[in-house]
């Protein structure tokens, strides 16, 4: 072997040799990873992300998977031909939108995934909120102060829900059979309806339920960015209650940062938003002293 070969496997072990207390911290616990739409397009890095995913079940990490899609249900009703419209970062979904989300999220995506880890040697599971009753639904309600007659109004953004109720035996059973749980973010109401949900809140809801020791929400931005886009790096429930107010944040990263407020003050450890579409993101992150991302922590 070459000197540089040599520094090049000395480096690795060194790699190995940094994670190891990680390993042995975590070993057992659960790590809930919202993987978005946005950062989904790429099949390289879904590649990357199943390696990832299936590395940490290898190390002895339960991983439960929450995924988005909401570019993919904007394509497909662009296709059918039928508008959408988006408030605070949520879709105004009517019955026929409702029916669209579930089929692309619990249909193609869901079982893509599934195919993903399976060709990065692991075992998938791909259900719904639906399935074995893990999450009831409620209707999302929103509302909103008419600036000139400063009167609250609510708005209605149809189908929309959020999780009432969990129920974690699915993902219990299924991890017991060394399993790893694939779910798509749509419930079933109490009404009986089918509800779509933001996947940051099925996310947040399940990490919290599951008692996780982290919640990973990935998406296309570094992390949480000041009005300067410089990144983050660590926050606590009322800095984002600030960021919000100032307008730092905005469409989609609102429900994001409710979602890891809730989490981390029901249950979760602590979340991290970080950037899906840089390679091995998620283990830069956890398993080496650099981190990346935004730290969101209870106060
Ligand atoms: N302060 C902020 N820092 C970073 N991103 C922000 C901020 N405010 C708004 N955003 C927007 O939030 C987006 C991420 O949310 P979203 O589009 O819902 O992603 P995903 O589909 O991955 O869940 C970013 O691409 C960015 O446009
Ligand atoms: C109510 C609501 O907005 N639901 C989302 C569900 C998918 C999602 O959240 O996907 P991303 O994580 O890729 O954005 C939607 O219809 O787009």
Redesign the pocket.
């Known amino acids: 072997m070459s000197a540089s070969e040599n520094t090049i496997t000395l480096s690795k072990a060194e790699t190995l040799i940094e994670a190891l207390p990680y390993f042995q911290r975590y070993a057992g616990r659960t790590f809930v990873v919202k993987y ?4 989904m397009g790429d099949p390289k890095a879904a590649r990357e992300f199943a390696d990832d995913i299936v590395l940490l079940k290898a190390v002895g990490i339960n991983p439960v998977v929450v995924h ?1 899609g ?2 993919q249900i904007g394509a497909m009703l662009k296709k059918l031909g039928v508008e959408s419209e988006f408030i605070d ?1 949520l879709r105004v979904t009517d019955k026929a939108t409702a029916e669209i989300a579930e089929m692309v999220l619990s249909g193609a995506i869901n079982k893509e995934l599934v195919g993903w880890i399976a060709k990065a040697g692991g075992k998938a599971i791909g259900i719904s909120g639906k399935d074995g009753g893990l999450v009831t639904a409620r209707k999302v309600q929103r509302t909103a102060r008419d600036p000139e007659s400063n009167i609250e109004r609510v708005i209605d953004l149809g189908f929309v829900g959020e999780p009432s109720e969990v129920d974690t035996t699915i993902i219990d059973t299924a991890v017991a059979a060394g399993m790893i749980p694939i779910i798509a973010p749509i419930g079933a109401g109490e009404d009986g309806h089918t509800y779509n949900i933001n ?2 809140t099925m996310a947040g809801a399940i990490a919290a339920a599951l008692g996780a020791a982290r919640l990973f ?5 570094a ?4 009005k300067e886009k410089r990144l983050l790096t660590d926050l606590k429930p009322a800095d984002i209650a600030r ?1 919000r107010e100032d307008g ?6 609102i ?2 940062l409710e979602t890891c407020v809730q989490a981390v003050e029901s249950g979760c450890d602590a979340a991290v938003v970080l950037d ?1 579409r840089v390679p091995h993101a998620m283990l830069l992150e956890f398993f080496t002293s650099r981190g990346a991302g935004t730290l969101i922590s209870a106060g």
């Open positions: 978005g739409g946005h950062a988005g909401g570019p970062g996947a940051d929400l990935l998406t296309d931005v992390g949480v960015l000041d960021l730092t944040i905005s469409g989609g990263m429900p994001k899906g």
